[in-house]
Structures are given as C-alpha cells and as structure tokens.
C-alpha cells in the first residue's frame, strides 16, 4: 500500500521512521538521557511533536542498540471501563515476551506486582536486555481516581528504586541460610537489579501534575527534556529529505528548487519571527505532496506550492468535507468555529465531552471522526473522560475565517430567504386585491344585471298589468253586455207571462255580477216587479 511521505497532523509512526527528518539532534539527546538516567521527563508544547519523536525516533533507535526493549504506553482517559495504569503496564510488558515462571515461584507462588513481572523477564533473557517503559500522554494518569493513581506509583517505584522488594526477603529469612530453597546463583540473580529505564512524555502546561507522583517517586522532576520547535536548518530537511526518500510511496521522488523552498520555510517561521512547528510543516508538504503526485512533476516551484496560507484553510474544510451527514457536518463546525476557539484573542478552548454532547447536538462517532482527521485532540480530563480542544494553533486563523465565511453565507441564505418572504407576501396582496378588484367588478355588474333584472321585470309588470287591465276591460265590457241581455230576457220572460224564469235570469246574474251597482238594479227590479 503506497503511503505518503509527510504524515500531516497526524503523529509519526515507527513504520515511518525512515522519513522522519529534522529530529535527529534531539533523538541522539533524549535517547543519551535515557541510558544514563532511570526516569527522564519528556515535555513540550502540544503539538510540537513529541509522539512523533517517540515513535519514530526513540523507539527505533532502541530496537537498533538493543538494550533496552521500548515497551510504549498508553494509559487512556479514565472513562469507569478501563483497566487500571498498573493492569496497562503489565499488559503491555507482558505482550510480545516469553517470559517463564522462574525460581521465583519457589518464594511467593503468585505475586501480580510490576515488580515481579520485570524480574521474571529478566531471569528468562540470555542476554541482559533492559526495559524501556514509555509513557506516552502521560497526563491521563491523573485522571484516574486517587486509590489508582497511588497504586501505580507504588508500584512503578518497587520496580524502579527496589532490587529486591522486602517480602522476599522476609520468606527467605523464615528459611533461615541454611534451609534457603534457592541456589547459590539463583540467590545472586535475585539481587541483581533489572535494567530499567522509564520515560514519561507529558504536555508541558500539564507538568505541575508530576509533583504529585514525588512521594514515591521522588526522581520525576530531576532529570527533563524539553522538545523545541524546529529551527530553520532542521525544518528545511524535514522538508527536502523526505522528498528524495525511494520506496513505497504515493509519488516518485522529486524536490525543491530554491525559491519554493525559501518561500515555504518564510511562510512557516513567519519571515523568520517565530519557530517553526512541526505539525504545520507536515501539513503543508503534505498538500505539496498530493500536487506532485496528481500531476506528475519532478520539481516543485512557487507554482506548485501556490498560496500556503489557503493549504492550511482548505486542510481544515476537506476535513469537515469527510463528514457525510449534512447536520452532523454543521454541528462539528459550530463546535470547532464557536466553542473551541476563543474569537477575540484568536486563541483554543478546550470542552469536556459531556457539554459537547449535550449543547451542539454532536454524535460520539463525528467527535470521534474529528479527532481520527487530527482536526481536534482529545486530552483526558482530570475528572475523567476527555476534553477536546484544536489539534494545533496553526487551525485557528483559517478556521475563523471559515467561520466568518459561514457566518457571511448565513446572512445571504437568510436575506434571500426573508426576500422569498416579502416577494411571497406582495405576491399574495397583490393576488388580494385583484381578487377584491374583480370582486368589485363581479358585485358591479352583478348589481346592474340585477338592477337591468328589475327594471325589466318591472317593465314586464307594467306591460303584464297593462294586459291584465285590458282584459279585465274587455272582460267587464263583455260581461255588461252578457249581463244587459239577460236582463232583457228576464223582462221579456216578465212580460211574457213567465215569472219564474225572469227571476231565474235574475238570480243568475246576481251571480255573476257582484258589482253593487248591479247587485242594487235587481234589488230594484225584484220590488217593482212581482215575479209570482
């Protein structure tokens, strides 16, 4: 598998300790320390590089001397689900040895100390290798509670300061020296101290918490080394020496001309004011590295390298990039950009895991992903679990001009949307009043149709009545005639001798005619005239 040649903000690894450049002064000392002191402190800034220094430095040049065998590790945060430092260290002692039970068991049949486990490996060795117990992030010691933080200590100094702990020696008395179940030579191995070295890297502002291991351990602050920041000779051949590395890699070899190579190490100790930092310098090769291997090129120039300031803008957005989930990518900016970093100094804050989780609505897996991408480092907190802050400094400016990006890209989403809004609500007055305009129309035509309905009823009723009075006329005329001539029959039948049938006729206009004045003239006619 092809493998890159700067490793970015991610440490160094053993494996890449044949491109690890630039440390090598440093290595030499702190490895020289090693030899001559029992415990060393390693410390630096966050972020300088003193895993990478272990890894890559330390630990392969003790493979390459053999004598002593590195045996890095890690405690962990405490979370309540660890094992305890002591279980780590045995564990890890443990792994990889074929340690054997030794006349040891002779003395005190099951003993689990770190002490015993030492000495068992070193009984079982033809050749006298020591041990190298690197304590990587040493500061999540101290976030275990205090009975296992003790206990630890206790322990690491039996093994340390103690050729022969006392309770062997108080079951070899009961024997007395005569009846000693122990050889001659197995009695001088006892008493020949194991080669035991111990360093213990630790962040430099966390380096107040040691004096609390003082009390059995009391060499811890006596014998330090401080990892600095690069200088601009080692820089520059962390940066061209890994480029001419042959192997296995993403790209050829290739390699800079002189004004890219003074441009970036300008970029990187800010014109020559400030050190150079190690995690910086691997980010932009990296980037570098990535231009040369898509487009082939056997030299980098100023063209190549274009703007180094937007590699470490964009490190940090193809990061955040990798977060598939839209929320979850919005929730890790909001963290980083408003809650690790404080804006007006322009400086890293650090939040316990349990207030990430609660207040920006992050899962444990993007915080999980944000720190395997090296965007943020999770430190252990002394109330255990972790604290999460920025992996390096270097990401704060970039990050709030992101922020600022974001925030800019906000304000335009929302006046767009708030014009949508105001756009929604014209758009829907004027609907309104066109509606209430044809309403208007459709109410004024509707009145004058009515209005035109009742004048033309009205001329119907008119024109109907009109009709109906004619009628009636013709209708009265018709019955006066009708009625006039019934009046003569009934006076012929009268004066014919017929009474009864006059008055008969009478009768029946009584009937039909109901007008008084008619009703009155056969009233009239009926006392002037017998009709019997």
């Known amino acids: 598998m092809s493998r890159d040649r700067y490793p970015g903000a991610q440490p160094f690894t053993e494996a890449q300790s044949s491109i690890f450049f630039g440390r090598q002064k440093a290595t030499a000392e702190l490895y020289q320390l090693i030899r001559q002191e029992s415990l060393v402190v390693l410390y630096a800034k966050s972020g300088l590089g003193k895993s990478s220094l272990i890894n890559a430095g330390i630990i392969p040049l003790a493979r390459k001397e053999k004598v002593f065998r590195p045996v890095p590790i890690r405690f962990l945060a405490f979370t309540g689900k660890e094992k305890t430092p002591v279980e780590t260290t045995r564990e890890r002692v443990k792994m990889g040895a074929n340690a054997k039970p030794s006349f040891l068991s002779q003395l005190i049949e099951e003993d689990n100390s770190l002490w015993r486990i030492l000495k068992e490996q070193q009984l079982s060795k033809d050749k006298k290798e020591g041990l190298l117990l690197i304590f990587d992030q040493f500061e999540e010691l101290f976030t275990y509670p205090a009975e296992a933080q003790l206990h630890f200590r206790r322990q690491l100094a039996e093994a340390l300061y103690s050729p022969v702990p006392q309770r062997y020696w108080d ?13 001659a030579e197995q009695l001088a191995a006892l008493q020949e101290s ?19 291991l003082s009390d059995y351990l009391p060499t811890i602050s006596k014998h330090w080394y401080e990892l600095k920041a690069l200088n601009k000779t080692s820089a520059q051949l962390a940066i061209v020496a890994p480029a001419k590395a042959t192997g296995d890699f993403n790209c050829p070899p290739f390699e800079y001309d002189a004004k890219a190579l003074e441009t970036m190490l300008d970029f990187l100790s800010g014109n020559g004011r400030e050190s150079i930092e190690s995690t910086q310098l691997q980010i932009v090769c990296n980037a570098i590295e990535q231009r040369v291997a898509k487009r082939g090129i056997e030299t980098v120039d100023k063209e190549v390298i274009g703007s180094l300031s937007e590699i470490i803008e964009n490190y940090y957005s193809e990061k955040i990039a990798t977060i598939d989930d839209s929320e979850q990518q919005l929730a890790a900016r909001c963290l980083i950009e408003e809650g690790l970093i404080f804006e007006e100094e322009e ?70 949307r708030e014009r949508e809004r105001q756009a929604r609500i014209l758009a829907e007055e004027r609907r309104k009043r066109i509606r209430s305009h044809w309403v208007a129309i459709g109410t004024s035509l509707l009145a004058l149709i009515a209005s035109a309905m009742a004048s033309w009823a009205l001329y119907q009723q008119n024109e109907t009545q009109k009709a109906l009075n004619a009628y009636e006329e013709a209708r009265r005329q018709r019955l006066s005639l009708e009625v006039e001539a019934l009046f003569e029959s009934a006076k012929i039948y009268q004066d014919a001798g017929y009474p009864e049938d006059a008055l008969y006729v009478l009768d029946f206009i009584e009937q039909i005619d109901t007008s008084s004045h008619i009703q009155e003239r056969i009233l009239s006619l009926k006392k002037n005239r017998p009709f019997y």
């Not at 079951?171 to 050889?183: A, N």
């Not at 194991?194 to 380096?207: A, C, F, K, Y």
């Not at 990050?399 to 990006?405: M, R, S, T």
Request: hydrophobic share 40%.
């Open 171 to 183: 079951i070899l008395d009961l024997y007395g020296p005569e009846k000693t179940p122990l050889k």
């Open 194 to 212: 194991p080669e035991i070295r111990i360093l213990v890297s630790i962040r430099q502002d966390r380096m107040h918490l040691l004096g609390n």
């Open 347 to 416: 400086r890293r804050l650090s939040l316990y895991e349990g207030q990430i989780l609660q207040s920006y609505d992050i899962l444990p897996e993007t915080l999980r992903a944000l720190v395997d991408s090296h965007l943020l480092r999770a430190e252990p907190s002394l109330r255990g679990g972790y604290t999460y802050e920025l992996s390096h400094d270097t990401l704060v400016a970039p990050i709030l001009k992101a922020k600022a990006e974001r925030l800019e890209a906000d304000r335009l989403v929302q006046e767009a």
